[in-house]
């Protein structure tokens, strides 16, 4: 049977995440596109590496071995492009992220709205099952134009870390 363990505030490790969690709220929060955009450089130049070592070994195990890899040279290439492509898209990657969100979030207040009227009664819960359809609609919209949602994920996270620091301030005084 496996032990289950509950982090706690025992140790100055949780104070140090709950800070560069809170750091990397923030910097979500006031500045998402960019974040983004820096994420995207991080995973391309990540992939970039490890096409490049992977070419690296394909040359080493055909001059030790004198074996030909093709498939291991074909993955390298492919990753050393697909790094370079988020790379140089990476503010579209970004963009395209937040449309489809937006467009989910419009699709699926439009098809309750349907749902909505269709069910043809005046009750007060289908009035608010349209108001909430609409709001739903331009929630959709304002996310696909702003940086709303990644701003939203950046204060959670933000909030997340204060309420983390707090309990290790008061777990600290209670020893």
Wanted: with cysteine; aromatic share 12%; net charge positive.
């Amino acid at each position: 049977m496996k032990k289950i363990t509950v982090i706690n505030y025992s140790n100055e490790n949780s104070l140090v995440s709950s800070i560069i969690f809170m750091i990397f709220g923030i910097i979500l929060f006031t500045n998402p596109g960019g974040i983004l955009r820096f994420i995207s450089y991080i995973m391309g130049s990540i992939l970039i590496i490890i096409g490049i070592l992977n070419i690296l070994e394909y040359k080493k195990t055909l001059k030790n071995l004198n074996i030909e890899l093709k498939s291991k040279l074909f993955v390298s290439i492919f990753l050393i492009i697909l790094g370079a492509i988020i790379i140089i898209f990476s503010s579209l990657i970004e963009t395209t992220i937040r449309l489809i969100l937006g467009a989910w979030i419009i699709y699926s207040g439009i098809i309750r709205l349907i749902d909505a009227l269709n069910y043809k009664t005046n009750k007060i819960s289908n009035i608010v099952r349209i108001i909430i359809s609409i709001l739903l609609i331009i929630c959709g919209f304002y996310v696909a134009m702003t940086h709303l949602f990644y701003e939203t994920i950046g204060l959670f996270i933000i909030l997340y870390s204060v309420l983390d620091i707090i309990g290790y301030i008061f777990y600290k005084k209670r020893i």
